[in-house]
């Protein structure tokens, strides 16, 4: 049912929309990909890597309290939370690193908007002992100093990108740049499933461990899969890395879950897939959101992980195909599941995760007793504590107490 062409196109989305100098770069490294995703020895060292540098496997852990209180599906979490720097990033970065190797590349560059992407690099260059350079926005180098600082810790040089807005877009510019001026020695490492061919296939081979294990696991616990899989999107490789390993069952359900932020308004969310149509943005085809020029539009999350105005193509494909449903959730209510979680289960869940959270908390009441959930919790909430706090203390949110 998916087709995905050698050229990278899931069905009409994907491709490759970059300017000429790019494309022998690119198609390069579509081959060493080929070349080496089925390779013994380069699969054993990524499950080495996934297993002692970031904790593989990750459990599957069936929420008891929550799910009594909802009385209804049984919900269990896919705990992604629990890798090394607290996401699901690192399965990606690990799998690029060494594909760089590999290919005999001596520098990693990447680009990064909340900074989350670049310290799961900065932290994998680290460990293959290689040069990196992380490109930001200058406007999100002040509003991330903290994980600026984390990835200069661990030895990654942070250029910030000083033209137009400053923001996400340009940092991209100037990473390309950098890529094309030295192709030969560099590796461009991208943080999602987004983006010209081949990463949106590369992204999702080193993300699909992740449905793997849940796969396997779902069995061992309950003998059965589960009747629906929810994961957030932003760019949507947690989500994919999730979903690709049930595709081909059909009775399980796949459902990804977008921002829709402060309202659906434009400029208030960042629902691509739910709001959005279908257009070509770095690099690619894809639904997106855009201004009325045709431009990228604004976008907005209580998440800075989710606010992204496309989105990965297979997930475009997915829902034309009707293969798998793309719903939103607000800020609001994913900080009420935040707490939530954190309350019932003693875990902590990214603001992010806390969207499919909601979802599954929508849905799991009016589900059969003996129905299965899985929910990715792509990441745990470390990060989002001081930002929460601050809401709290303006009174934008309040505390819940649900223990009694
Ligand atoms: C970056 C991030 C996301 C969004 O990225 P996807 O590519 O859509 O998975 C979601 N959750 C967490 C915890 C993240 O760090």
């Avoid at 939370?81 to 990606?92: P, Q």
């Avoid at 690990?94 to 900074?115: N, P, S, Y």
């Avoid at 899969?225 to 890395?241: K, M, Q, T, Y």
Wanted: glycine share 10%.
């Amino acid at each position: 049912m998916t087709s995905i062409t050698a050229e990278g196109f899931f069905g009409e989305y994907g491709g490759q929309f970059v300017p000429e100098p790019l494309k022998p770069i690119l198609n390069t490294l579509a081959e060493a990909f080929e070349k080496y995703r089925n390779d013994p020895e380069f699969i054993r060292e990524y499950e080495y890597y996934v297993k002692h540098f970031s904790g593989r496997e990750t459990p599957l852990y069936l929420c008891k309290n929550l799910t009594e209180t909802l009385g209804g599906a049984k919900i269990y979490l896919k705990r992604e939370d629990l890798n090394h720097l607290g996401a699901h990033k690192v399965n990606n970065t690990i799998g690029q690193i060494l594909l760089a190797k590999r290919m005999g590349k001596k520098k990693i560059i990447a680009e990064t908007g909340a900074g989350q992407h670049g310290v799961a690099t900065a932290a994998t260059a680290a460990l293959m002992g290689m040069e990196c350079t992380v490109y930001m926005g200058a406007v999100d180098v002040e509003r991330q100093k903290l994980n600026v600082f984390r990835m200069e810790m661990m030895g990654t040089k942070v250029v910030a990108a000083q033209s137009g807005q400053r923001t996400l877009k340009e940092a991209v510019d100037e990473a390309l740049g950098a890529w094309i001026q030295d192709a030969e020695d560099t590796f461009y490492l991208l943080g999602s499933a987004v983006g010209p061919h081949p990463y949106p296939l590369m992204v999702r081979e080193f993300q699909s461990i992740v449905g793997r294990e849940a796969k396997q696991q779902i069995l061992e616990a309950e003998g059965r899969l589960p009747d629906c899989c929810i994961a957030c999107v932003g760019g949507g490789s947690n989500a994919i890395g999730l979903f690709s390993e049930f595709i081909e069952d059909k009775d399980v359900a796949l459902i990804g879950v977008e921002p829709s932020g402060r309202g659906l308004k434009y400029g208030e969310h960042a629902a691509t897939l739910c709001l959005g149509e279908p257009g070509v943005m770095h690099g690619f085809n894809s639904y997106m959101l855009k201004d009325e020029k045709g431009e990228p539009a604004e976008v907005y999350s209580i998440s800075a992980g989710l606010d992204y105005p496309s989105v990965g193509p297979e997930h475009s494909m997915l829902k034309d195909l009707g293969r798998a449903e793309y719903v939103y959730a607000s800020d609001k209510e994913a900080v009420d599941a935040f707490f939530q979680l954190s309350q019932m289960e003693g875990i902590i869940p990214a603001l992010e995760s806390s969207h499919a959270l909601a979802h599954a908390v929508r849905i799991a009441p009016d589900m059969d007793k003996d129905a299965i959930i899985v929910v990715n919790l792509s990441g745990r909430g470390d990060k989002d504590v001081a930002q929460i706090e601050e809401m709290v203390a303006k009174g934008e949110f309040e505390l819940p107490r649900m223990n009694g």
